[in-house]
């Protein structure tokens, strides 16, 4: 198989607390499954008033969108 090129941007997403609305929600480290569907829930932590969320996506994370040719 080749390899082909291509140029992309970068989009950082973050997750502003809920409950403060001040502060990143980080990934700690942990999950958990939820059986039987296998979707995997993250556990978050906001930077500024600690409280605990998961999600089912890791914050902060990326995107990769296609760059248009001008």
């Not at 989009?11 to 700690?28: A, F, P």
């Not at 939820?34 to 605990?52: A, D, F, K, L, T």
């Amino acid at each position: 198989m080749s390899e082909t090129h291509s140029m992309v941007r970068v989009k950082r997403i973050d997750y502003i607390c809920d409950h403060c609305n001040e502060g990143l929600m980080t990934y700690t480290g942990s999950w958990w499954e939820i059986h039987p569907s296998g979707v995997r829930m993250h556990y978050h932590r906001c930077e500024v008033c600690r409280v605990q969320v998961a999600f089912e996506r890791v914050y902060p994370s990326t995107e990769f969108m296609p760059e248009v040719p001008q």
